[in-house]
């Protein structure tokens, strides 16, 4: 039980401290103007239209449905619905969703 109870403790000390560390990272990014996509690994998001949705800097594909994708990045899972929905193309980098996208939600 002990052991359990210090597991526990290191678990959240450490997500203690990459929070810590990515609040003054972020500060840090803030104050010299630079780009968070590239300094805080966040995704970059673009769209045109309904029709087509790229995203930059995402981890991998959790779901995959013609009505449905389930992106993950760094910091979130995006979900995209809609109908007639496809992986256009998918590179290291970025990914792109086409057909009627209806709502784009990230989750917690």
């Known amino acids: 039980m ?5 597991k526990n403790v290191a678990v959240k000390n450490k997500t203690q401290k990459e929070r810590e560390k ?5 500060s840090l990014t ?3 103007e630079l780009p968070g996509e590239i300094t805080l690994n966040l995704p970059l ?3 045109v239209g309904n029709e087509e949705l790229i995203i930059e ?7 995959y ?7 993950k990045t760094a910091t979130r899972v995006v979900r995209i619905e809609g109908r007639a ?3 256009a193309h998918i590179t290291s980098e970025n990914i792109a969703i086409t057909g009627n996208i209806t ?3 990230f989750l917690t």
């Open 65 to 71: 449905s013609d009505e449905r994708i389930r992106i």
């Open 30 to 32: 803030k104050a010299l």
């Open 45 to 47: 998001i673009s769209m």
């Open 2 to 6: 002990r052991e359990v109870r210090k």
């Open 103 to 105: 709502k784009m939600e």
């Open 85 to 87: 929905l496809t992986l």
């Open 57 to 63: 800097n995402y981890k991998s594909v959790i779901e």
């Open 22 to 26: 990515f609040s003054v990272v972020r």
